[in-house]
């Protein structure tokens, strides 16, 4: 064989052998970016800054991960060429804590890898919290800004970049920004929500607050009597309230919370929304894989899941002990989101796997969309196929202050789809189901699914959750984003990302290359 044959052979073999999946949250069989070259594990930002500046010199793919908490192969751009990947959990400091005595709220400046639970810890030990800004489980405050997570409420900013103040971001040459929050800035409203297109956020300066002691308190209703409520007045008292609906049992259960003087109770309550048992995960396990054929296993699911839900998803954290009793009463953070119980697993951990969607719609339709998949349940039955939720808290209705900028899907003021009518803020329909791993991986009557995202797009106004939906709902959601919003926060990008190296399928979907 010639020399340069073989040169050709090898690197043809090198191409082919070199690239692999990056996986979600979900492992193997679960890709968040499908063709990737290398992962780095950066522990600096200086780091992270030398590794995209060789990525810009050579023109190449290069994306930022935090803990791969997303469901879909999204990440990435679809691009022939292959993605280096960033991975931040090591650029994890926290620094410059500040919360004087007199203050209503202060600072701290997080870097890129830093976690919801370990910002928690470091908060609580020096009597401070993050206030109402958080979201579920192990996942990076940099990831959930970039993709615009929130939690859930009417009342305070539930968006979790409502709480920046400050990013620095590392852009499309390998220089590092600094981009302050300013209502009038063009810049600053694509960085508040920048599907990290932008590029890496390397530090951001959040609020924090006087930790408080809070109360989580649960009710069960039957559907009937919500599907007609006012939601509104249902969620909006509360610093963070929710719904889990039940489609089969026809239930919801609503859930608030509130604040009580730290000297009113001595519990101190965890809460956990993902722990499992090793027996109720392989019972789980069980049970759910054969929900694909037998719809009766989906019923019994449902129904064993609502009557768990029922009683409080808390321990106590200092003895792990279950409590048994609503309400329950603990630090902010423990009771607002808590984690992983000491001798327990997520529930991924035992193969439970789930796919999922998420759309928001404007509170003035809220009640409108609830009842249209009522409908849509409905007209299952009719072809007989009884449809009931195969996730451990149901379909999870959540709720969003308006907050204002070009990509969230709580913002307001656009000229398209309903305009004015998201000032009031928004109800999202969170619908996740379990993702069987026999066979083809598809539901029980899949075409279900399909048909009710397609629906609730073409019915209504729609805004999709940026990592909680497929390329298909993305294609179809697109017509309901402002394309003043998409012009304005592309011309951003090109500022920041003139090559295009930071790509996402999202970003190439809703137009914005
Ligand atoms: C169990 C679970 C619970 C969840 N709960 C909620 C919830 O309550 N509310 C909610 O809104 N969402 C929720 N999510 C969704 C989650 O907030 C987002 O998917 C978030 O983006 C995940 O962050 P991550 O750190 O895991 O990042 P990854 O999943 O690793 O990355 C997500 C995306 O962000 C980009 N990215 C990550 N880090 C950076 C960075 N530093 N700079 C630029 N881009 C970056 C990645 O390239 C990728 O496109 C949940 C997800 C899971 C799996
Ligand atoms: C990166 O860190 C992860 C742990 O988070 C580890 O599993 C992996 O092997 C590391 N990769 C490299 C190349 O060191
Ligand atoms: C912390 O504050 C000091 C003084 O203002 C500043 O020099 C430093 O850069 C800050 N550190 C971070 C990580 O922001
Ligand atoms: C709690 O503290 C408040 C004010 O700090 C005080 O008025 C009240 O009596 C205290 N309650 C209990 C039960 O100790
Ligand atoms: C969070 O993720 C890390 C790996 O990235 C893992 O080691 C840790 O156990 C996780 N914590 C929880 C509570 O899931």
Not at 252 to 271: A, L, M
């Amino acid at each position: 064989m010639k020399p340069t044959q073989f040169i050709a052979i090898a690197a043809l073999w090198a191409s082919g052998a070199s690239t692999f999946p990056f996986n979600t949250f979900d492992g193997p069989g679960f890709p968040a970016c499908n063709d990737v070259s290398a992962v780095y594990n950066a522990t600096s930002v200086s780091e992270m800054v030398s590794l995209v500046q060789e990525a810009s010199t050579n023109n190449t793919p290069v994306r930022a991960a935090g803990k791969g908490h997303m469901w879909y192969d999204t990440m990435c751009s679809s691009s022939s060429q292959s993605t280096t990947i960033i991975r931040t959990e090591f650029v994890n400091a926290i620094a410059n804590f500040s919360l004087p005595e007199e203050a209503e709220s202060g600072t701290v400046v997080v870097e890129a890898g830093v976690t919801f639970f370990q910002l928690a810890d470091y908060l609580h030990e020096r009597g401070a919290s993050m206030g109402y800004t958080l979201v579920n489980w192990n996942i990076t405050l940099a990831g959930a800004v970039a993709m615009g997570a929130h939690r859930s409420s009417l009342k305070e900013e539930a968006n979790v970049a409502a709480g920046v103040l400050e990013m620095d971001i590392i852009d499309g040459n390998g220089n590092l920004r600094t981009v302050v929050r300013d209502e009038g800035s063009e810049t600053w409203h694509a960085a508040s929500t920048s599907l990290g297109l932008l590029g890496i956020i390397a530090r951001m300066k959040v609020k924090v607050y006087r930790d408080e002691k809070v109360y989580a308190m649960q009710d069960t209703y039957d559907e009937a009597d919500i599907l007609d409520a006012d939601l509104e007045a249902m969620i909006a008292p509360y610093p963070t309230a929710n719904f889990w609906w039940w489609p089969y049992m026809r239930k919801f259960h609503h859930r608030y919370y509130d604040v009580i003087p730290t000297n009113s109770s001595s519990q101190e309550g965890f809460q956990s929304t993902f722990s499992v048992t090793e027996i109720e995960g392989a019972a789980a396990k069980a049970i759910l894989e054969s929900g694909k054929y037998l719809p009766a296993s989906n019923w019994l699911a449902e129904t064993i899941f609502f009557s768990l839900w029922e009683s409080p998803n808390f321990h106590e954290k200092s003895t792990n002990e279950e409590i048994a009793e609503w309400p329950v009463y603990g630090w902010n953070h423990d009771v607002l989101i808590g984690g992983l119980y000491p001798d327990q697993k997520p529930e991924w951990d035992y193969d439970l796997h789930g796919y999922t969607l998420e759309l928001a719609v404007p509170m003035s339709q809220a009640n409108a969309l609830l009842k249209r998949v009522r409908e849509l349940f409905d007209d299952e039955i009719l072809k007989g196929f009884v449809m009931a939720s195969t996730y451990r808290s149901g379909i999870n209705i959540k709720f969003g202050k308006a907050y204002f900028d070009f990509l969230g899907q709580t913002t307001y003021g656009s000229a398209v789809s309903g305009g004015e009518g998201w000032k009031g803020g928004v109800m999202m329909f969170d619908f996740p189901s379990y993702h069987p791993t026999s066979g083809d991986g598809l539901r029980y009557n899949e075409e279900f699914y399909h048909n009710l995202a397609t629906t609730l797009i073409d019915e209504f106004p729609v805004r999709p959750h940026w990592t909680k939906n497929t390329r298909e709902v993305f294609e179809q959601a697109k017509k309901n984003l402002d394309p003043d919003y998409i012009a304005r926060f592309r011309a951003v990008r090109e500022d920041f990302d003139p090559n295009g190296i930071f790509k996402s399928v999202v970003g190439e979907i809703i137009g914005l290359y």
